[in-house]
């Protein structure tokens, strides 16, 4: 069994930050106790869901012997860019997760995080400026945020009772409806890797 991620105080504070380090809270929400100077926007206006109903899972999976850096490939990430660099192991950052820094011709590039994640609806009870997709009929919660001058948007999808993948990207400048567009085919791509149970 794995431990729970650690709480970090920021949640998306670091994700891009010179391609090299991130930080998704295992919420992906900012802390309520940092300083209104923070930026913050998010796609979606602030509602409570904390008492929200159970995630929709079509094919229950099971993330047990998946490697995080396997949830996506040079082929899934090739619309956005092409690898800096091999993708890279973060668990100090984030238990089971995996960074892909990735070079979109813009100066500073773009960086997606997968992470073998908490339960579903943790997230979604911290993100209340989140919203609600399906993907492949798994509830999946939307979640961005302006840190910077990078929009980080994170994607929780439910696998199983338990645990979700969560699939994150920054990027300078970027626009949420955008991204969230863009994200699309990759939380699709990452979903049809985690086994069904």
Same mark, same amino acid.
């Not at 992906?28 to 979606?44: E, F, V």
């Not at 960086?111 to 209340?128: C, F, G, I």
């Not at 863009?182 to 069904?196: D, F, S």
């Given at each position: 069994?794995?431990r #729970?991620?650690? =709480? /970090? #105080? /920021?949640?998306?504070?670091? $994700?891009? %930050?010179?391609?090299?380090?991130?930080s998704? +809270?295992g919420?992906?929400?900012?802390? #309520?106790?940092?300083? *209104?100077?923070? *930026?913050?926007?998010?796609?979606?206006?602030?509602?409570?869901? *904390? *008492?929200?109903?159970?995630?929709?899972?079509?094919?229950?999976?099971?993330?047990?012997?998946?490697?995080?850096? !396997?949830? $996506?490939? =040079?082929?899934?990430? !090739?619309?956005?860019?092409?690898? !800096?660099?091999?993708?890279?192991?973060?668990?100090?950052?984030?238990?089971?997760?995996?960074?892909? /820094? %990735?070079?979109?011709?813009?100066?500073?590039?773009?960086?997606?995080?997968? =992470? %073998?994640?908490?339960?579903?609806?943790?997230?979604?009870?911290?993100?209340?400026?989140?919203?609600?997709?399906?993907?492949?009929?798994?509830?999946?919660?939307?979640? @961005?945020?302006?840190?910077?001058?990078?929009?980080? @948007?994170? =994607?929780?999808?439910?696998? +199983?009772?338990?645990?979700s993948?969560?699939v994150?990207?920054?990027?300078?400048?970027?626009?949420?409806?955008?991204?969230?567009?863009?994200?699309?085919?990759? /939380?699709?791509?990452? %979903?049809?890797?985690?086994?069904?149970?």
């Amino acid at each position: 069994m794995t431990r #729970p991620p650690r =709480a /970090l #105080p /920021l949640v998306l504070a670091a $994700l891009a %930050l010179a391609g090299c380090s991130y930080s998704v +809270n295992g919420s992906a929400l900012p802390d #309520p106790n940092t300083s *209104a100077t923070t *930026a913050t926007r998010t796609t979606a206006p602030s509602t409570s869901v *904390a *008492a929200g109903p159970a995630p929709k899972i079509a094919k229950p999976r099971t993330v047990a012997g998946v490697d995080p850096c !396997k949830v $996506l490939d =040079a082929n899934d990430l !090739k619309g956005i860019g092409v690898f !800096k660099r091999d993708p890279r192991r973060q668990d100090d950052t984030i238990q089971e997760s995996c960074q892909y /820094l %990735l070079n979109d011709g813009s100066p500073t590039g773009r960086t997606v995080v997968t =992470a %073998l994640y908490q339960r579903y609806e943790q997230v979604r009870d911290r993100q209340k400026g989140g919203k609600e997709q399906l993907v492949e009929g798994h509830s999946t919660w939307m979640f @961005c945020q302006l840190t910077g001058p990078e929009e980080v @948007c994170t =994607a929780t999808i439910a696998v +199983n009772a338990n645990r979700s993948v969560l699939v994150a990207m920054a990027q300078t400048g970027g626009v949420p409806d955008q991204m969230v567009v863009v994200m699309a085919p990759l /939380l699709k791509a990452a %979903l049809a890797r985690i086994p069904v149970a």
